[in-house]
């Protein structure tokens, strides 16, 4: 995969969707924070059903701690390791209040010393609440970084630290969220629908002749 590439591919998804985001429901940092938080192994639209009902009850620091764990469970109950996330939720929102006046923070240091926020969390927050350059990368952005050729790495640092250097700049703000949809939709896991892909003559994947 060389510059000239991995410049068309993104050039492509970029025409194809001008102004790419998250899927998840949010009206500001701190509701972002949370979707985040609650989408580790769980789907965007799980967790939008849940923050639907969540959020027009409690949608800051205070409210959230004042639900207190067993009555944030009642929101979140169906979403995957609700348990674990309740508990880190409310121990946040009083971080939050504590020592950032309830206000997320807009650094790495910071985000990653919330329960429940690690790198790709906050990442995914410092890119899209905060407009920073961050990649996070799932398990989406792995498959595709790898399977296409623009940036593959045996693990989610390396493919991280690839994406960073090899992406062209004028894309790398939206890069996540374009190579995301395109994993989601397109590139998927099982039966990739290569045929109807708009970077097919440029994708280094070996089998794509198989997915026609």
Not at 63 to 75: F, N, Q, R
Not at 137 to 149: K, Y
Not at 166 to 183: D, R, S, T
Request: a positive charge.
């Amino acid at each position: 995969m060389n510059k000239a590439k991995r410049h068309e591919i993104f050039t492509r998804l970029q025409e194809a969707n001008p102004n790419p985001t998250t899927e998840l429901k949010f009206s500001n940092s701190f509701e972002l924070l949370i979707a985040v938080i609650l989408s580790a192994q769980a789907t965007d639209v799980g967790v939008n059903k849940a923050t639907d009902k969540l959020y027009p009850v409690a949608n800051t620091p205070e409210a959230i701690l004042a639900l207190g764990v067993d009555g944030l469970k009642d929101y979140i109950k169906t979403i995957g390791l609700f348990n674990s996330k309740a508990e880190n939720i409310i121990k946040t929102c009083r971080i939050l209040i504590e020592q950032h006046g309830s206000v997320v923070p807009d650094n790495r240091k910071d985000l990653e010393a919330l329960p429940g926020v690690g790198r790709k969390t906050a990442n995914v927050v410092l890119n899209t609440a905060f407009g920073q350059l961050a990649m996070a990368v799932d398990t989406h952005i792995f498959r595709v970084s790898n399977r296409t050729g623009i940036a593959p790495g045996k693990n989610v640092l390396e493919v991280e630290d690839r994406l960073m250097r090899l992406v062209p700049k004028e894309f790398l703000l939206n890069a996540h969220h374009w190579l995301i949809l395109h994993g989601r939709y397109v590139c998927v896991a099982r039966k990739p629908r290569c045929g109807a892909c708009t970077i097919e003559d440029l994708c280094e994947f070996k089998q794509k002749n198989d997915y026609q």
